[in-house]
């Protein structure tokens, strides 16, 4: 077998799903997308070893689809940074080519959909009642 470096599953574990249905509960608030932002297949792992490669340095986290990396284990200190990557799931889901093209023509530094990703993160929380 070949040794590779393993990610730290934090994978539907309770405080994930949690971390995930709050984070969900701040963006389908505000309604940027026709349709909310489905969640049932994200999935959220701690992979600190990949933000210490020279390209992911400058990022606490990072997603690829349905997938969100975080380089803390800790979800519940995360919140803003898991709303702004779950933000970016959801523009995916209705963007799927032109989100991720955006960082050819944009970058990272004047993307609207980093801009759009950091405004929710930001907006105030819901709670739930």
Not at 30 to 40: E, H, M, Q, S
Not at 54 to 66: S, V
Not at 68 to 94: D, F, G, K, S, T
Request: net charge positive; with cysteine; hydrophobic share 40%.
């Amino acid at each position: 077998m070949h040794s590779r470096p393993r990610l730290k599953r934090v994978l539907r574990s309770e405080s994930s799903g949690q971390a995930l249905e709050r984070a969900k509960r701040q963006l389908d608030a505000l309604r940027l997308y026709p349709a909310a932002v489905r969640i049932d297949r994200v999935r959220i792992l701690s992979a600190p070893w990949l933000f210490r490669l020279p390209w992911f340095r400058r990022f606490d986290g990072y997603t690829m689809w349905n997938l969100i990396l975080l380089r803390a284990r800790e979800l519940e200190a995360n919140h803003a940074l898991i709303c702004h990557e779950l933000c970016h799931v959801w523009q995916m889901q209705h963007h799927p080519l032109r989100m991720p093209l955006s960082y050819l023509r944009f970058g990272y530094a004047h993307n609207p959909y980093e801009a759009e990703a950091r405004r929710a993160a930001v907006s105030p929380p819901v709670t739930s009642s």
